[in-house]
């Protein structure tokens, strides 16, 4: 069980001349200050997929950075099995298994031995690594190209390599920042199914995506942030409820309100 209360980061700006003009018209903007996210909180429990949903800027990737201690938060905690991981970040990479959206590969190093390399970071044993990065192969149909260097891998190559590597250590929670972004559908689709594999041996999974139809397929449980702040935790099916069974619609009513204030302040 994972629990995040009131995640808070502002960033200081160290030109705000060369903000996009959506960002100097939004309202978390404060003086020299963004106030990336503002206030987050959510749960996913032992098995839930949990979709993170939110439109572009709203704070997704600042939060799953702060989940997997990347980022220090300014403020609010995040407890895995009761233990406050912010203090220790330590703990926290051992429970927690995070894909970035930069996968961050080295380029010299064949797919194996990019996981390879993360694994001995994690202290495991040789044997171990073998047994596991065979196992991972196998589940997303890395054979073809896991002893070649990772230099010149497709974008699909290079995402399944990153969550073998971000997995190897049997993380208690796994993160991943859209890991179907840039993929082919077949290769999306293996990575839809390795994360319903982790679901079935009860690992929890949070994922942030702009498919809905991954949502719809794959989470217990849906998280709306928009503009730094958590405005919908709930069910699939409560998400469903929102508009009568259509998932954009759904969408569109919890970041409306928003938009609505947005253009009132116009
Ligand atoms: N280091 C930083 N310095 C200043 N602003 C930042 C920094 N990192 C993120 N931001 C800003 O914070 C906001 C939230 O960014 P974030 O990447 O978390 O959004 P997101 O929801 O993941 O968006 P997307 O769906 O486009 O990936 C954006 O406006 C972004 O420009």
């Known amino acids: 069980m994972i629990e995040i209360k009131q995640l808070a980061k502002k960033f200081a700006l160290e030109n705000p001349k060369k903000l996009s003009d959506q960002e100097k018209k939004d309202p978390r903007l404060k ?8 206030e987050v909180s959510f749960a996913c429990g032992k098995g839930q997929v949990l979709g993170l949903l939110g439109p ?14 990347a ?63 065979q196992e991972l192969a196998e589940l997303l ?34 993160i991943l920042d859209e890991p179907t972004t840039g993929l082919d559908i077949m290769a999306a ?3 839809l199914e390795f994360i319903r594999g982790l679901k079935a041996k009860g690992t929890p999974v949070i994922f942030s995506t702009h498919h ?15 503009q730094g702040v958590s405005r919908f935790e709930g069910s699939l099916q409560r998400f469903k409820d929102l508009a009568d069974n259509s998932l954009h619609q759904s969408f569109m009513a919890v970041i409306q309100p928003t938009l609505n204030d947005i253009q009132g302040e116009v």
């Open 31 to 38: 003086g020299r200050f963004f106030h990336s996210v503002k």
């Open 56 to 69: 572009n800027g709203a704070g997704k990737t600042t939060t799953l950075r702060m989940l997997s201690t």
């Open 71 to 133: 980022l220090k938060p300014d403020s609010g905690s995040v407890f895995i099995a009761g233990e406050n991981v912010l203090e220790n970040p330590l703990l926290a990479r051992r429970k927690i298994g995070f894909l970035s959206g930069t996968t961050g590969l080295y380029g010299r190093l064949t797919g194996r031995e990019n996981i390879q390399y993360f694994a001995r970071l994690h202290g495991l044993h040789k044997s171990l690594i073998d047994m596991r990065i």
């Open 141 to 174: 149909d890395m054979h073809s190209f896991l002893d070649r260097r990772s230099e010149h891998f497709s974008t699909g190559m290079k995402q399944k390599t990153a969550i073998a590597r971000a997995v190897i250590h049997q993380p208690e929670l796994v």
């Open 189 to 191: 689709q293996t990575v």
């Open 212 to 226: 809905l139809d991954e949502v719809n397929e794959l989470c217990e449980k849906v998280v709306v942030i928009d």
